[in-house]
T-cell receptor, first 114, second 113 residues
């Protein structure tokens, strides 16, 4: 157990809808990163949040957006869902003061878009 | 584009044998290297991190790093059926973009009792 929690566990949405996924970081960790893992692939970096600001972004369109709150928890929002958005969404927390090198994953949210 | 390459497997080893997992990366400026274990239907679990050339041992696991060859490996000694999982190699750069982990597709390991 890493202490990183995510909700919901599973989610089924229809193409075109919007979804919000939530993450609580491990106690003491101030940085949250989001990854998308398609079946049979490694996780792909979406973005990272530090001090409530986006600290870097991968190759994902603007309809993927996020927030970080003062308690370091985070949300991932996806608008205009597409079938290819079906994946496991992973949140990882780390401590920036340690260089943020080691990232610990939560259990993930399985999103299915129909 | 930064790339991390792993053999997809499956790699099958008998119980008690040494499993050897390999990974190469394209970004010569990479500074931090990680191995994650992912059981089917679960999220990745960090099992090893290595930052400097050489070997790092933790229990039955040994990570090896060769920055000149841009190569990192994971050895699992005395393999157990519970080690059967997909092993993901992840690399973190040292410069711009150093906040993200770049993952390989993973190697599926099967330990045969």
């Amino acid at each position: 157990e890493t202490g990183v929690t995510q909700s919901p566990t599973h989610l089924i949405k229809t193409r075109g809808q919007q979804v919000t996924l939530r993450c609580s970081s491990q106690s003491g960790h101030n940085t949250v990163s989001w990854y998308q893992q398609a079946l049979g692939q490694g996780p792909q970096f979406i973005f990272q949040y530090y001090r409530e600001e986006e600290n870097g972004r991968g190759n994902f369109p603007p309809r993927f957006s996020g927030l970080q709150f003062p308690n370091y928890s985070s949300e991932l929002n996806v608008n205009a869902l597409e079938l290819d958005d079906s994946a496991l969404y992973l949140c990882a927390s780390s401590l920036a003061l340690a260089g943020g090198r080691e990232q610990y994953f939560g259990p993930g949210t399985r999103l299915t878009v129909t | 584009q930064k790339e991390v390459e792993q053999n997809s497997g499956p790699l099958s080893v008998p119980e008690g044998a040494i499993a050897s997992l390999n990974c190469t990366y394209s970004d010569r400026g990479s500074q931090s290297f990680f191995w994650y274990r992912q059981y089917s239907g679960k999220s990745p679990e960090l099992i090893m991190s290595i930052y400097s050339n050489g070997d790092k041992e933790d229990g039955r696991f040994t990570a090896q790093l060769n920055k000149a060859s841009q190569y990192v490996s994971l050895l699992i000694r005395d393999s157990q059926p519970s080690d059967s999982a997909t092993y993901l190699c992840a690399v973190k750069g040292g410069g711009a973009g150093s906040y993200q982990l770049t993952f390989g597709k993973g190697t599926k390991l099967s330990v045969i009792p």
